[in-house]
């Protein structure tokens, strides 16, 4: 089982990112998705999830209407889309990945078994 993100980078306040977390290994049904991450100093956040089976998503309070979790199934990627970005949101971002169709605690990073190597997003003032 492998995760890789992509589409981290450079973005001016109020700009907007996609990060996309390309999953090998395994498929996507009956899997939870999450994305976290973690600015300097501080410890790793959950950010956004999404279940395959059913297609729920959670959002954090911080990026709930701003940032949106989907998946492509065809092309076994699941993709956060970051809208009206601020300087706070800068961080390294990882997706993770459990084998539980529908995770209670899909908030908590310790539910997830496997995880990307992260993408780092920074939001200039």
């Known amino acids: 089982v492998q995760l890789v993100e992509s589409g981290g980078g450079l973005v001016q306040a109020g700009g907007s990112l996609r990060l996309s977390c390309a999953a090998s290994?395994?498929?996507?049904?009956?899997?939870?998705m999450g994305w976290f991450r973690q600015a300097p100093g501080k410890e790793r956040e959950f950010v956004a999830a999404i279940s395959w089976s059913g297609g729920n998503t959670y959002y954090a309070d911080s990026v709930k209407g701003r940032f949106t979790i989907s998946g492509d199934n065809a092309k076994n990627t699941v993709h956060l889309r970051m809208n009206s970005l601020r300087p706070e949101d800068t961080a390294v971002y990882y997706c993770a990945a459990v084998y539980v169709p529908r995770l209670t605690y899909y908030y908590l990073e310790n539910q997830y078994d496997y995880w990307g190597q992260g993408a780092q997003v920074t939001v200039s003032s």
């Open positions: 290994g395994f498929t996507f049904d009956d899997y939870t």
